[in-house]
């Protein structure tokens, strides 16, 4: 399973062993760790404001953080973005 962004050094997105979302995203926020204040709220649910694909498919209407994921999974962590 990968994420889908490279960073700002340009490396390729990091890969990992997981399941489900949870235990990537979880990995994730582990290996950096900034990304927890960012992508969970103070509940420890995604924030209202981030989207996490699953492939193609948004977890909020799969089984959230549950969704189950393959190596093969690639997932984007995707903060909404507003303006005007």
Known sequence: MAFRRRDRAGRSPPHCQATTV??????????????????FNERGQVASWVNIYAGDTNIRQAQGLDTPVTDATEIVVLPAVAGG
């Open 22 to 39: 949870q235990a990537a995203v979880g990995w994730l926020t582990e290996a950096y760790l900034m990304f927890r204040q960012r992508i």
